[in-house]
């Protein structure tokens, strides 16, 4: 099985949906992070979390919110999407500051706001 | 602040024929180094990392990678490229730990890679 998984893999919704992508993990990491992917833009941060009670925004948080259920689970929302938040979405994780910063991905979410 | 600056958004490359893929980086002092591949489809894979020491590293798939002090650059290599090569290539860096390290990456915008035949 898969280290990190997210769900779904593809989403299409309507504008002022409220949306939700999941990720969970089994690597044991206290760190997750969630990025938007746009072409040309590379991966920029949206929001990341280093134990279940830090949450912290990342570059990008504006029009998202989180919440980090359990260690091993991590989910972005869209309160109310746009379609400038089409985009692929990943979530990764990493351990803990003796991790030195490798991050392990998931397959990615692909999401289309109409 | 940091930043992390891929000059080339697309490189075509004929099977058999070396590669390199730029990687530019701008910090005070040695970051950790990274690139990732990301295959159609797919997340993103490491392929290789710096931390300190010899700064030609080796990677997974023949890739390497050279850290160039004097010229902020972390540059990708392969002596011949395969079909199963292209991709999309990121370069990140993150902080050392004692410098505010608070575990982010900051990520390049990518090159992709096309292979001919």
């Known amino acids: 099985d898969a280290d990190v998984t997210q769900t779904p893999r593809n989403r299409i919704t309507k504008t002022g949906k409220r949306i939700m992508l999941e990720c969970s993990q089994t690597k044991g990491h206290d760190r997750m992070y969630w990025y938007r992917q746009d072409p040309g833009l590379g991966l920029r941060l949206i929001y990341y979390s280093f134990d279940v009670k830090d949450i912290n925004k990342g570059e990008i948080s504006d029009g998202y919110s989180v919440s980090r259920q359990a260690q091993a689970k991590f989910s972005l929302s869209l309160e109310s999407a746009i379609p400038n938040q089409t985009a692929l979405y990943f979530c990764a994780t990493s351990a803990g500051a003796g991790g030195l910063n490798e991050q392990f991905f998931g397959p990615g979410t692909r999401l289309t706001v109409l | 602040a940091q930043s992390v600056t891929q000059p080339d958004i697309h490189i075509t490359v004929s099977e058999g024929a070396s590669l390199e893929l730029r990687c530019n980086y701008s910090?005070?002092?040695?970051?950790?180094l990274f690139w990732y591949v990301q295959s159609p489809g797919q997340g993103l894979q490491l392929l290789l990392k710096y931390f300190s020491g010899d700064t030609l590293v080796q990677g997974i798939k023949g890739f390497e990678a050279e850290f160039k002090r004097s010229q902020s650059s972390f540059n990708l290599r392969k002596p011949s490229v395969h079909w199963s090569d292209a991709a999309e290539y990121f370069c990140a860096v993150g902080l050392p730990p004692g410098s505010g390290n608070t575990g982010k990456l900051i990520f390049g915008q990518g090159t992709t890679l096309q292979v001919k035949p």
């Open positions: 910090y005070g002092a040695t970051p950790y």
